[in-house]
């Protein structure tokens, strides 16, 4: 795959790593395909090859690269990345446009996850969390028609304050990770959009189980909110 489309100029290893990776997690080069050459990467980037090799070792070990002598530098398989792993998190934070395979991978975790996760959440959810989970959902409907951005943010929160009311620690920091992750699906889902409006409704149902301590409701209602996602992200569910 080309190079053309990227900068042809950039700082530090640490700033190529985060550009190739943002390219990488957005299908710019498969899974088996072979990466570019650390020559070539030098000379289209103007860094030094000493900068293309700590870059690359950084994806390497975030499990997007595999290196190996007289083969040279191929993409890993999407189940080898390392999707949880904080740095992943950062290089995904802010993208809109993510792989479909990727997205499918989220996808899917979520469906399974969240409503497991808001079932637990109606059982334990404090005062200070469902206030948290109402004012994500507010600040959804108050932004809604006028500024996109913040309702994406707001949704995210919406889905964070979830797993936080959880009251478990390993699902508060997954929740924590997936905020990138949830943030693309939502931008990207919400972009091919008129209307919210039963998005809005989809996720009232689902902060009103919570608060009202349902869980079979709050289970039934997470998974309507992703059953929406996944009609808006044209993804095939049964």
């Not at 650390?38 to 975030?62: I, K, Y």
């Not at 996760?117 to 059982?123: K, N, Q, Y």
């Not at 943010?153 to 304050?161: G, K, L, W």
């Amino acid at each position: 795959m080309s190079l053309d489309a990227l900068p042809a100029h950039t700082g530090n290893a640490d700033e190529l790593a985060r550009l190739l990776a943002r390219a990488l997690l957005s299908g710019r080069w498969r899974p088996g395909e072979t990466f570019p050459k650390e020559l070539d990467l030098a000379r289209h980037f103007a860094v030094s090859r000493n900068q293309v090799r700590n870059a690359l070792a950084r994806l390497t070990a975030a499990g997007l690269l595999e290196r190996t002598a007289g083969r040279g530098t191929v993409v890993r398989a999407l189940s080898e990345w390392h999707l949880l792993d904080p740095t992943i998190s950062e290089w995904m934070t802010g993208l809109t446009r993510l792989d479909p395979a990727l997205i499918r991978a989220i996808y899917a975790f979520r469906l399974s996850a969240e409503p497991a996760v808001a079932a637990l959440a109606a059982r334990t959810a404090r005062p200070e969390d469902l206030e948290c989970l109402r004012q994500a959902y507010d600040g959804m409907a108050e932004s809604a028609e006028q500024d996109r951005q913040r309702h994406a943010e707001f949704d995210v929160r919406f889905h964070d304050a979830i797993y936080q009311a959880s009251d478990n620690l390993v699902w508060r920091q997954v929740g924590h990770l997936l905020r990138p992750c949830i943030m693309a699906l939502v931008q990207d889902s919400q972009s091919r959009l008129d209307t919210l409006a039963d998005s809005l409704t989809r996720h009232r149902r689902l902060m009103d189980a919570i608060i009202q301590g349902d869980e079979q409701a709050a289970s039934h209602a997470a998974r309507e909110v992703l059953l929406r996602t996944a009609r808006d992200l044209e993804i095939a569910f049964e």
